[in-house]
């Protein structure tokens, strides 16, 4: 039985539930509308992605979404569903940020969308709130570059359970280049030491039995070049694009304090590790400042025989 979890009642994660970039009146409608981060691009690579696996796997029956951190405006599943007018779907959108739950309850749903929840909660914690499982697809859009290798582990094992089989996960999101060193998110805020960045409560990964990563890191104090120049191409293309200065100064701000993006080749390889087929690809915008930086995932779960 599904049953909301107070956001109240999640004292651990209050900065991820008041980050500003994501309040009513913050900047990230902004980011959509411009496109900068190519949520166009993978609605199509979405819809391509759950066009196939429907054909492979057709049963005419209504097709269940979760949406992991789906925000105030889920326009990217939204645009996928509203794609696919041949098939109905039961969507259920998950959030930590009361604002953005508040927005997605307001949010209008295409006609094929037969039903509708916004939960309340930790998306990279889902089963928390009692999800019964069964789910055809789950989509992560712009989320997982804020956890670490092992949060990302504890994720998928979730998945495994919350998934139907066959089931599809698409992650469209921010990645490291491969062949870098990864850098590790502290767990509190170095500012405010008071202040937790973790996403999953260390009892949970220990209990989930979750093992370190073992990701060789950088340790250096200044930034990686990679790093620099993922914030500078962001800036450069926001104010490129009209946005006002200090929207933009927020956006980099924020992204300098919580961006520690785990590599694509290292996301593949921890769901081919917890029983997934997997694959991925870039996304064809030639002239897009953000393309290098941003990628997409899929991870298919099948039946014990068939994999």
């Known amino acids: 039985m599904m049953a909301e979890c107070p956001i109240e009642q999640l004292p651990e994660f209050d900065s991820m539930r008041q980050e500003p970039l994501f309040s009513r009146s913050g900047y990230y409608r902004y980011l959509l509308d411009i496109n900068v981060l190519l949520h166009r691009e993978a609605a199509v690579v979405t819809r391509e992605a759950l066009e196939d696996w429907r054909l492979a796997h057709p049963s005419g029956s209504t097709v269940r979404v979760l949406d992991l951190a789906c925000g105030g405006l889920p326009l990217t599943i939204a645009e996928v569903m509203d794609g696919l007018p041949g098939l109905c779907f039961d969507y259920t959108g998950v959030d930590i940020n009361p604002d953005q739950v508040d927005l997605a309850r307001e949010f209008t749903f295409p006609v094929n969308v037969v039903a509708s929840r916004i939960l309340a909660g930790n998306a990279w914690d889902p089963e928390a709130l009692g999800l019964p499982g069964g789910f055809d697809l789950v989509y992560s859009g712009m989320n997982l570059h804020h956890g670490t290798p092992e949060e990302i582990h504890f994720l998928g094992l979730q998945l495994r359970r919350l998934l139907a089989r066959p089931g599809l996960f698409i992650s469209h999101d921010v990645y490291r280049p491969d062949g870098t060193l990864y850098r590790r998110r502290p767990d509190t805020n170095p500012g405010e030491p008071s202040e937790s960045w973790r996403l999953v409560l260390p009892e949970r990964l220990r209990e989930a039995g979750v093992p370190p990563a073992g990701l060789p890191e950088d340790l250096a104090p200044h930034e990686p070049e990679w790093r ?80």
């Open 228 to 307: 620099l120049d993922y914030l500078r191409r962001m800036l450069e293309t926001l104010l490129a694009r009209g946005g006002d200065p200090g929207g933009a100064e927020s956006t980099v701000t924020h992204m300098r304090e919580r961006d520690y993006p785990i590599s694509q080749q290292e996301l593949l390889a921890t769901f081919s590790g917890l029983g997934f087929r997997v694959s991925g690809g870039r996304y064809d915008a030639p002239g897009e400042p953000m393309a290098p930086y941003v990628a997409f995932c899929a991870a298919r779960l099948v039946e014990p025989d068939a994999a």
